[in-house]
């Protein structure tokens, strides 16, 4: 499977990476690669095998729905944590232009 | 005798520390001073928590003085008070800087410690930092680490493995008395053979994954690297059981159930032995030591020849199933809520340019590797069709243990290689996994011990691998394994 600059710009716009033309040119390399290797997959049979998703055996695994309650000082370092912030309120750039 | 305090196990120390023979700031010293004297050449840590662990080994002192916290049937619950420990930088703690060996997280101070880390630090261990490793996990080699490559303490011009290599530099260099540590492929396994430590992957979901930094939800484990198979022991006792917040976790707890393991049968996988690009010296090593074990007199092991027919398919399995999975979870990852963001007009673009910079260049393959795996059009292609082959991967072992109670195998085709050796090859890269992928994939408990060192004087590992949630046996048989020559 060989990918090209426009499937990799594409890849990249969904992953929300910005890439220069280099690494552009270098992921589309090295993608092709990997997926060509992983390509041998193919020659397994497949047919009626049922898909691993987890492989504990668990099902349906529950607890009650409380809240706890978070403690001051854990709040005061999450908020310790946001990269720009006013007051205690997490600032980010706006969601909706003008244009959209 | 303090000189040499850093070089203590775990269990030396706790003896130690319970006769009075010497404090824990004076572990503690002896740790920090061997870190200073050797982390600028290893570089085996991102961040040294020196003020916090003297404070740490303070109060681990006044409570061994006060409270006799050693007496009677509480000793068992302090094992760990007043012992200096570090913990791969992709694990969270609270009060330390976690970056996961990534820019993109170079301020972040967590402000919870995983589940595995909580259960450590209420016995009383003593925080020395956090240890360089790949970014969030991702390869064999420590090179993908924002932070530099770790160097290998038996070679200098070599690397440590990876991804836990600060892990396993840090306790074969006697920088601390244990590490904990993550693998979702052979981060733990790998990295422990190159360095000549013990690294132990449980089965999934028998230590939490609450509060590692997550890779591949399905394969993540927490783990163990130390200097002996005892301490894996006693860490696993301690870290294991059900976790309310990990719905994967199971409650058993059996660490140390099996009593004898006279009679076992051992099964040797051909196909670990006749891989393409297999070093002749570690495959001499490592039959040399399953020998040994044979011929151990106590024992009466019976070693059986048996085939994994489908070992070759774990690896292109692993590199579907995680980028799939890393892809996903390397989305929190925005620059908006923690971490390092980066200057833009509008939010797809804050996104894309701290994603851009915050990110070393093998996150970033990974992410697209998943992103175009997942994408509509190519999930039956590729994910659906590797979480099929897993399956089959699963049958493969299910069926050989049928014949057998536990599997020998090499953790690595070779021992380490060169820094910047493999770097611009990513395949060959990602083959170095090609004997720790398959137990990863299929959630087995494995283990690597050293088996020997080649004549260069490189370690390599003997990989223990066995059936789901059989840590018992793996530990058993490895404490055997260490102590046959």
């Known amino acids: 499977m060989k990918l090209d600059i426009k499937q990799i710009e594409e890849i990249a716009r969904l992953a929300r990476l910005e890439l220069n033309e280099k690494e552009k040119k270098m992921y589309a390399e090295q993608l092709s690669v990997v997926l060509d290797y992983v390509e041998m997959l193919n020659e397994v049979n497949t047919d009626g095998v049922e898909e691993t998703c987890q492989v504990t055996g668990l099902e349906d695994v529950v607890r009650s729905d409380k809240v706890e309650e978070c403690p001051p000082d854990v709040e005061e370092k999450i908020i310790g944590n946001f990269p720009e912030k006013l007051g205690n309120l997490l600032k980010v750039r706006a969601v909706f232009s003008e244009e959209t | 005798m303090s000189s040499a305090l850093n070089k203590l196990t775990i269990q030396q120390a706790h003896d130690g520390l319970k ?159 244990f590490s904990i540590a993550e693998d979702t492929g052979g981060s733990i396994r790998q990295p422990a053979s190159f360095c000549g430590v013990v690294g132990l992957r449980p089965s999934y979901g028998r230590n939490s994954r609450y509060g590692i930094m997550p890779m591949a939800s399905s394969l993540d484990t927490v783990g163990p690297m130390t200097k002996t198979v005892e301490d894996a022991a006693i860490l696993m006792e301690i870290m294991a059981g059900r976790d309310e917040r990990d719905a994967t976790t199971v409650g058993d707890k059996s660490i140390k159930s099996v009593k004898s393991i006279k009679n076992l049968r051992v099964g040797v996988p051909r196909e670990y032995f006749e891989s393409e690009g297999m070093d002749k010296e570690v495959k001499k090593i490592v039959e040399k030591k399953i020998k040994s074990v044979e011929t151990h007199r106590n024992a009466s092991i019976k070693i059986i ?181």
């Open chain 2, 19 to 177: 006769k009075k023979e010497f404090s824990s700031v004076e572990l503690t010293k002896a740790c920090l001073a061997r870190i200073k004297k050797r982390n600028s050449e290893l570089n085996a840590f991102i961040t040294v928590c020196e003020e916090l662990a003297l404070d740490e080994a303070k109060k681990a002192d006044e409570m061994i003085k006060k409270k006799k916290p050693f007496d009677g049937s509480r000793s068992k619950q302090k094992m760990l008070l007043g012992i200096p420990f570090c913990v791969k930088d992709a694990i969270c703690v609270a009060g330390a800087r976690s970056t996961g060996a990534a820019k993109i997280l170079d301020n972040y101070i967590p402000p919870f410690d995983a589940t595995a880390i909580k259960k450590i630090r209420e016995q009383g261990a003593v925080l020395l930092g956090k240890n360089n490793c790949d970014a969030f996990g991702h390869g064999p080699s420590n090179e993908n680490s924002m932070y530099g490559p770790v160097k290998n303490p038996y070679d200098l011009t070599k690397v440590a493995g990876g991804s836990c290599g600060g892990s396993a530099a840090a306790v074969a260099d006697n920088m601390c008395i």
């Open chain 2, 305 to 485: 020849d048996v085939s994994l027919p489908m070992t070759k398919y774990a690896i292109p399995v692993y590199y579907i199933i995680v980028p799939s999975e890393d892809s996903s979870n390397l989305g929190r990852l925005d620059g908006i809520r923690y971490g390092v963001r980066a200057e833009a007009d509008n939010l797809y673009d804050v996104y894309a340019k701290s994603r851009a910079v915050g990110f070393p260049e093998e996150v970033k393959r990974r992410i697209m590797i998943g992103t175009y795996a997942l994408s509509a059009g190519y999930y039956d292609a590729y994910y659906r069709k590797a979480q099929k082959v897993r399956t089959l991967i699963i049958q493969d072992f299910n069926r050989v243990f049928e014949q057998v109670d536990i599997l020998l195998t090499p953790v690595s085709p070779f021992p380490a290689f060169g820094i910047g050796e493999k770097k611009d090859d990513v395949l060959a890269m990602y083959l170095a996994d090609v004997f720790v992928g398959p137990a990863a994939v299929a959630g087995l408990p494995a283990i690597s011990v050293p088996a020997g060192k080649t004549k260069a004087g490189l370690p390599v590992g003997l990989q223990i691998i066995g059936p789901r949630l059989r840590e018992d046996l793996v530990l058993k048989f490895a404490s055997l394994c260490e102590k046959t020559k």
